[in-house]
T-cell receptor
């Protein structure tokens, strides 16, 4: 069955630390990959997405993610986090041509000032 | 409004009652999705509409759940004979026609079944 795994449930970092959140997917065929973020009290919004081409994808607010096909991974990174990055982060995937987007369980990120 | 609007934002009901949740997508968005998010979980797909028709309803958990989008815009998720396990945040999202487009989410309707 198609699935998305996020193994980090809660990550706590100090400001200026580097961030990497793990995401692994289990999909056959061509896969589309996404990271969504939910800031406290706000709705889910898209951080970045990968469909094809350069496996290193840059998103908003200095975030990036790398698609590694051999590892079925799409980890999210940021070199230096800020307090305002405190949020819940969701990895998601779909098969190309399929509208059904499957989400991981999410990683809660807490940044300590 | 500019975003996806969901009403009510909070709904408390008793076990066995009928509930309707409404979603007003972004104007011009042809695709509409319903997701359910339980505490500590990621959003779980329920159903997807392209225009007026349900293109994929494989995520609806059982026949107590039903959704409509009669004019290709507003959608209503209907839950019959609610159970305590139905308690969750129900999220609606919409998108332009292409399936490579971004999903825009509403703030959700929090349903609590007592």
């Amino acid at each position: 069955a198609q699935s998305v795994s996020q193994h980090n449930h809660h990550v706590i970092l100090s400001e200026a630390a580097s961030l990497e959140l793990g995401c692994n997917y289990s999909y056959g065929g061509t896969v589309n990959l996404f990271w969504y973020v939910q800031y406290p009290g706000q709705h889910l919004q898209l951080l970045l997405k990968y469909f094809s081409g350069d496996p290193l994808v840059k998103g908003i607010k200095g975030f990036e993610a790398e698609f590694i096909k051999s590892k079925f991974s799409f980890n999210l990174r940021k070199p230096s986090v800020q307090w305002s990055d405190t949020a819940e982060y969701f990895c998601a995937a779909s098969n190309f041509g399929n509208e059904k987007l499957t989400f991981g369980t999410g990683t809660r990120l807490t940044i300590i000032p | 409004g500019a975003g996806v609007s969901q009403t009510p934002s909070n709904k408390v009901t008793e076990k066995g009652k009928y509930v309707e949740l409404r979603c007003d997508p972004i104007s011009g968005h042809t695709a509409l999705y319903w997701y359910r998010q339980s505490l500590g979980q990621g959003p779980e797909f329920l159903i997807y509409f392209q225009g007026t028709g349900a293109a994929d309803d494989s995520g609806l958990p059982n026949d107590r759940f039903f959704a409509v989008r009669p004019e290709g815009s507003v959608s209503t998720l209907k839950i019959q004979r609610t159970e305590r396990g139905d308690s969750a945040v129900y999220l609606c999202a919409s998108r332009m026609g292409s399936n490579t487009g971004e999903l825009f989410f509403g703030e959700g309707s929090r349903l609590t079944v007592l």
